[in-house]
């Protein structure tokens, strides 16, 4: 298969790899970077459970080529740093997880749509402040098949005071 070399910085870490072009952003993390803090869920990018930060923005990582991320920050829920360190306490206080597999997606995207929000990105609600519809409609695309959405909400709503 035809590969190439790929230099990726991940959680503030350089690495040059030599991948098959095929390779997805998800399995390089996952199974040459040994970063299973993300999570393959559905590989469709319908879950949500393998978000990650490229670039500040959220991506899901099933439909990302690693070669695509050449030069690129990434970021996944083992380098998210003091704003995932916030969010994953929240989580905890809050119960926003239950068997923990869409947790670090989540929390990828629940930090990553607080920036946005910070910084005046417009979504379908537009409410006026960061209401539960809000947070609800800007977190769509993150799935949990054990339901915690209420404690998903608190939480989030906690750590974007």
């Not at 990582?61 to 690129?72: I, N």
């Not at 402040?129 to 809000?134: H, K, P, Q, S, Y």
């Amino acid at each position: 298969m035809p590969s190439i070399q790929v230099c990726l910085s991940v959680n503030g870490r350089r690495h040059e790899l030599e991948l098959d072009t095929r390779v997805s952003l998800l399995d390089c993390l996952r199974e040459h970077l040994a970063l299973t803090g993300t999570k393959k869920g559905c590989d469709q990018g319908a879950c949500g459970a393998c978000t990650v930060l490229v670039d500040g923005e959220r991506v899901n990582s099933c439909l990302v080529l690693a070669a695509q991320c050449q030069e690129a920050e990434i970021a996944t829920i083992e380098g998210l740093g003091e704003p995932g360190r916030a969010m994953r306490e929240a989580f905890v206080r809050h119960d926003g997880l239950q068997c923990g597999y869409c947790t670090p997606g989540q929390i990828c995207s629940a930090v990553a749509m607080l920036a946005e929000y910070d910084a005046g990105v417009p979504s379908a609600v537009g409410a006026a402040g960061l209401t539960d519809a809000e947070i609800r409609e800007r977190l769509a695309g993150n799935l949990c098949r054990c339901g915690a959405y209420n404690g998903i909400l608190a939480a989030v709503r906690e750590a974007g005071r």
